[in-house]
């Protein structure tokens, strides 16, 4: 039996277990042999260029050396490690941003549509920029709240969407304020009423036309609304009176009234009350020139530009 065994397979170790079980004895693939050779020289290679074994308490650091410039903003050299590595990234991340923010700085508005890469940077820059200082009060995306801080992706614009109306909202805040029945004690409920029924119509909704009739000539008279929102109702951006012709309304709970009493009983609370809520915020000292050019940018972009 063994010896019928031994004369089908010629590459054993000789060796025989059970009778019939025997170990071959081939050579290993040269891929694989060759393979391993070159990670034995790789890993000496490695260990002379980078840190690798522990002697007493240092360890063998390498001979590959790093440079960086440190926290206080000197240059330094040192063997190669991964914090040294993260601090190059970081200031080769923040040159490349210089970069671009000097290229803005220097770019006229109407000019940086034109370069798509500056475009991009503005795009991506300053959506962080506008999450971190802005997302709180006009929502990560601009779309703004009611009651609270108006849209900004929108084409419409309380103080103007031009990039040095924008600007100037940043740099020196906007506070829109209306005196609590447009400044005449004298308006009685029935005043304020025809006043809302007037105001809605502006907007193409329901209302009571009699009514609507007596607001509209209040509107150009004793209202006095006209010396603020304009005789055509439209507003003036210089001072963020909002145009009461289209159907955004940011104070006057219309969008979420159920019904056309409910509407005219929202914009009279508005005109009752006056408005004196929303204040967008001063921004230069802030934020700097250029992070106030690159908002100005990006918003402009959001709202579709004017
Ligand atoms: C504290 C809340 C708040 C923060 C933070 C804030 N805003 Fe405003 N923003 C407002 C309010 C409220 C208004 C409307 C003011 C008004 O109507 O009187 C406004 C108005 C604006 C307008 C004018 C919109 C128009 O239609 O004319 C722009 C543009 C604007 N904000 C941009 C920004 C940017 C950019 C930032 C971040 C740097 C920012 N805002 C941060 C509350 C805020
Ligand atoms: C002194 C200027 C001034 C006068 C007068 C004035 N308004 Fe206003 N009105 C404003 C400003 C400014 C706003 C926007 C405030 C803001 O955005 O913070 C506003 C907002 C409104 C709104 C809210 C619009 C919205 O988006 O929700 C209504 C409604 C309105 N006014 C109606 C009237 C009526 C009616 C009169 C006359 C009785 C009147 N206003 C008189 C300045 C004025």
């Known amino acids: ?168 909202t940043l740099v020196n805040g906007r506070h829109g304020i209306m005196p609590a029945k447009g400044g005449n004690a004298a308006l009685t409920d029935a005043d304020v009423t025809a006043l809302a029924n007037y105001v809605l119509s502006l907007s193409g909704e329901q209302a009571n036309a009699a009514s609507a009739e007596k607001g509209k000539e209040l509107f150009a008279g004793a209202g006095v609304c006209f010396s603020c929102h304009g005789a055509d109702g439209k507003g003036n951006q210089a001072i963020g009176s909002a145009n009461l012709t289209d159907k955004i309304w940011l104070w006057a709970n219309v969008p979420g009234a159920k019904s056309a009493d409910e509407k005219v009983a929202a914009v009279k609370e508005v005109i009752t009350t006056g408005l004196n809520r929303g204040v967008m915020p001063v921004w230069k000292g802030r934020l700097s020139d250029e992070q106030i050019k690159l908002l100005t940018a990006y918003v402009h972009e959001l709202g579709g530009g004017k």
């Open 1 to 168: 039996m063994s010896h019928e065994t031994e004369s089908k397979f010629q590459n054993t170790t000789g060796h025989v277990w059970d009778e019939d079980l025997q170990e071959f004895n081939n050579p290993l693939p040269g891929w694989w042999l060759w393979t391993f050779y070159a990670t034995m020289i790789f890993a000496v290679v490695y260990w002379v260029f980078y840190p690798s074994w522990p002697i007493g308490k240092t360890f063998l650091k390498g001979i590959n050396t790093i440079e960086y410039v440190n926290d206080k903003g000197e240059k330094k050299s040192s063997s190669w490690n991964t914090r040294a590595l993260l601090l190059q990234d970081m200031n080769e991340a923040s040159k490349a941003q210089e970069k671009w923010v000097s290229k803005l700085a220097a770019t006229p508005f109407d000019k940086i549509n034109t370069d798509p890469e500056l475009k991009a940077f503005v795009v991506s820059a300053g959506k962080v920029l506008f999450q971190d200082n802005c997302a709180a009060c006009h929502q990560s995306g601009g779309q703004g709240k009611f009651n609270f801080a108006p849209n900004l992706t929108d084409d419409d614009w309380i103080f103007g969407g031009s990039y040095d109306a924008i600007q100037q």
